[in-house]
């Protein structure tokens, strides 16, 4: 009978500490929240906030070609409506190529395009910023022997470049303005 009673004793005492763990995970899980990037906070009425946030940035004339290479895809990635503008972004992209490594004869083989956008989002009407960043992407691309080739390589290097800095831009600015919010 002793046997028993410890074998039940002992199942008890198991039972007791799952239930203590089970406990404290679903404690410790209600403390965390998930939510979505682009999600609305306060409830799902079919809107996002954050979204709407970005949809409501109008972005600076650009000045040169790299800009406005980043300036379309933002104005595409952000469903940009100039109609209920509340923020405005300040962009400037550069370009730069590097040579990554050399023929035997001398001339490049492979070259990197690097592509860096400094930004500031401000809120209409004012002058501090509310984001200030830089992002920054690389694209690769091989040389070759034609002339044509080469500028259309570098052309493409650069509208590649210039894709992933717009979608770390919107990124950055989504992150920003989804804590401001």
Not at 27 to 40: E, F
Not at 73 to 80: H, I, R, S
Not at 86 to 113: D, F, H, I, P
């Amino acid at each position: 009978m002793s046997d028993r009673s410890t074998s039940s004793a002992h199942r008890l005492t198991r039972r007791a500490a799952l239930g203590g763990l089970l406990g404290i995970g679903a404690l410790s899980l209600a403390a965390c929240q998930v939510s979505p990037l682009y999600g609305d906070r306060s409830g799902f009425d079919g809107t996002s906030r954050t979204a709407s946030a970005l949809s409501a940035i109008t972005i600076d004339p650009p000045a040169d070609r790299i800009t406005q290479l980043v300036r379309n895809e933002l104005v595409f990635g952000l469903g940009n409506q100039a109609d209920n503008a509340r923020y405005r972004l300040a962009l400037r992209a550069t370009s730069s190529t590097q040579t990554l490594s050399v023929t035997g004869s001398g001339a490049a083989a492979a070259q990197t395009v690097l592509i860096t956008a400094n930004y500031q989002l401000y809120r209409l009407g004012d002058d501090q910023p509310l984001v200030q960043n830089v992002a920054r992407s690389t694209a690769s691309y091989d040389s070759v022997d034609q002339r044509f080739s080469n500028q259309r390589a570098a052309i493409d290097a650069q509208e590649r470049a210039a894709r992933e800095v717009a979608a770390i831009v919107e990124a950055q600015l989504a992150a920003a303005l989804a804590t401001a919010l």
